[in-house]
């Protein structure tokens, strides 16, 4: 059975930092891409990074390029997201999702949430102003 937990969410101040683990069992972990998404109340759930198997390769959503960095030791079986800059908007339930695939798949495919079959029960961002 395949689970993913995810922890290290949290209250900070804007401009403020969080590091999200995400640790994986039940799976050869090092297989598979792995991805982090949000959902705020009220909205669709949305893409926020997602790293390749051998974590050669990273994509993000616009919204966080250049703040959020995604990295993963296949070694803990874990996937991390590390969140500097953080904004009011950025507050949300993240998720930590395992793709269906392991590499041929484009980035474009990959930031849709149908392209992942495993999630977490997700952790709580909040940033206050």
């Known amino acids: 059975q395949v689970q993913l937990v995810e922890s290290g969410g949290g209250l900070v101040h804007t401009g403020g930092s969080l590091r999200l683990s995400c640790a994986a069992s039940?799976?050869?972990?090092?297989?598979?891409?792995m991805g982090w998404f949000r959902q705020a109340p009220g909205k669709e759930r949305e893409f926020v990074a997602a790293?390749?198997?051998?974590?050669?390769?990273?994509n993000y959503a616009d919204s966080v390029k250049g703040r959020f960095t995604i990295s993963r030791d296949n070694a803990k079986n874990t996937v991390y997201l590390q969140m500097n800059g953080l904004k009011p908007e950025d507050t949300a339930l993240y998720f930590c999702?395992?793709?269906?695939?392991?590499?041929?798949?484009?980035?474009?495919?990959?930031?849709?949430?149908?392209?992942?079959?495993?999630w977490g029960q997700g952790t709580q961002v909040t940033v206050s102003s």
């Open positions: 790293i390749t198997s051998s974590a050669v390769s990273t």
């Open positions: 999702a395992k793709a269906r695939s392991g590499y041929g798949r484009s980035w474009s495919k990959l930031q849709d949430f149908g392209e992942y079959d495993y």
């Open positions: 039940g799976v050869t972990f090092s297989r598979y891409v």
